[in-house]
């Protein structure tokens, strides 16, 4: 089955995209408190993982202490991730009509491995849709921030993962990545100041959702 945003499905898919550091964790599972307080079906996953191969995945490219991983190896990775997180999550949560809160898809792989690692947009896009096999978000949320604070963050959180150890100007790429993706697709994507405080940051983004849930029927969290 081949899908996109514009196919007719029961479900809607939001993903939510920035630099590490930019607060996507704690805005998904504040949206998704709300919408399923509300009685709407609620899905939330992340990548890489949502699956047994996705996570195993995630512990190579993120957590792994492996030196030396080339970046074609790195967004093969990432795709075979995605492969098997759209299969077995997020197709069939479509299809049951969920509200899909997604942490990362295509637009992560484009900003983090065409933006930031270097590798040539043309090549490595159709393997992005082929992997994801042509879904795209109703919405994506961007959560925007400069990269320097959002490593500080990151830094203040948790333990440095392999990306977080990558230098300034890699994450200031990526960056650079969304915004331009963003001012390609601006009918797809509503960009936030991830600098606002939180629950500024959340009334905005459940504004922005909000009409998306209108034709969602109420259900349970699956």
Request: charged share 20%.
């Amino acid at each position: 089955m081949r899908l996109s945003s514009h196919a007719t499905v029961p479900g809607r898919f939001i993903t939510f995209e920035g630099i590490d550091g930019s607060g996507k964790s704690t805005q998904i599972a504040e949206l998704a408190r709300v919408l399923i307080a509300r009685g709407l079906p609620v899905v939330t996953t992340r990548e890489p993982g949502g699956t047994p191969v996705g996570d195993a995945i995630r512990s190579v490219v993120l957590e792994g202490a492996l030196p030396g991983m080339s970046a074609r190896a790195e967004l093969l990775l990432y795709l075979a991730s995605r492969v098997e997180h759209v299969e077995r999550v997020i197709l069939p949560a479509l299809a049951q009509g969920s509200l899909v809160l997604c942490d990362r898809f295509t637009e992560a792989t484009l900003a983090y491995q065409a933006y930031g690692r270097g590798l040539p947009m043309e090549e490595i896009a159709p393997l992005v849709a082929f992997a994801a096999r042509d879904l795209q978000p109703h919405l994506v949320v961007l959560l925007d921030l400069p990269a320097a604070d959002g490593l500080a963050r990151v830094h203040q959180r948790r333990a440095a993962n392999r990306l977080d150890r990558e230098a300034l100007a890699f994450h200031q790429r990526v960056r650079d990545g969304y915004l331009a993706l963003a001012a390609q697709a601006p009918e797809r994507f509503r960009i936030f100041d991830a600098g606002l405080p939180i629950e500024t940051l959340q009334r905005a983004i459940l504004e922005a959702v909000e009409p998306l849930c209108a034709d969602v029927a109420p259900g349970t969290r699956t």
